[in-house]
């Protein structure tokens, strides 16, 4: 809005938008007298609260899950399978291979069976300007049980940080669509 409303049209001929990452966007100036930019403006997205490998109990992970991810792919049979619980029965392990894992979960109103935990799973953490689309990542999906708080849930990264890349392109592209008219430089 800054760019386009025309408020410092003068000052901001020649600008550059840089994105410097998934969550600061710049505009500076062209390279003043003294080999230095002004900046403009500055913004940044707001973090998620989500912790990625960390455990949450059951209820907790429900509410993050929900209010930290848009809602497509695997998020809703994750919900499903956590949701579907008896935490009385717990957490059952049948394998530490990272891959293979199996929970006890209500099936219907009485009927209660293992069921296979989805893994890996894709999700779009809310993690960049929510002006843009959240890039897909892949995540490691465990449960445990722990002692006497019952069931834990985690999330872990898997996608070697390959989202923060196309976070960026998704934010320049933004850019682009925008300010096409306005002959200013996005760099990424």
């Given amino acids: 809005e800054y760019l386009t409303s025309g408020y410092d ?7 550059l938008v840089h994105v410097v990452s998934p969550t600061e966007v710049v505009v500076v100036s062209p390279i003043l007298d003294d080999a230095q930019r002004e900046k403009y403006i500055e ?25 930290n991810f848009t809602p497509r792919y695997d998020r809703d049979r994750i919900l499903k399978v956590v949701g579907n619980l008896r935490t009385e029965e717990g957490v059952k392990q049948y ?24 893994n890996p799973v894709t999700l779009a953490p809310y993690r960049t300007f929510i002006e843009v689309e959240q890039p897909d990542s892949v995540f490691v999906f465990r449960m ?7 069931p834990q849930c985690a999330l872990f990264e898997a996608d070697g940080g390959g989202w923060k890349l196309e976070a960026m392109a998704n934010i320049k592209e933004f850019f682009e ?7 200013i430089t996005i760099i990424s």
């Fill in 9 to 15: 049209k003068e000052s901001i001929v020649g600008a």
């Fill in 43 to 67: 913004a940044e997205a707001f973090d998620s609260t989500f912790r990625f490998g960390q455990w949450y109990d059951v209820e907790n992970f429900i509410i993050s899950l929900q209010s």
């Fill in 95 to 118: 394998s530490d291979d990272g891959i293979t894992q199996a929970v006890t979960a209500k099936t219907g109103v009485a009927m209660v069976d293992e069921v296979a935990v989805p």
């Fill in 144 to 150: 445990k049980q722990d002692g006497g708080r019952g």
């Fill in 177 to 183: 669509d925008r300010l096409a008219e306005a002959g």
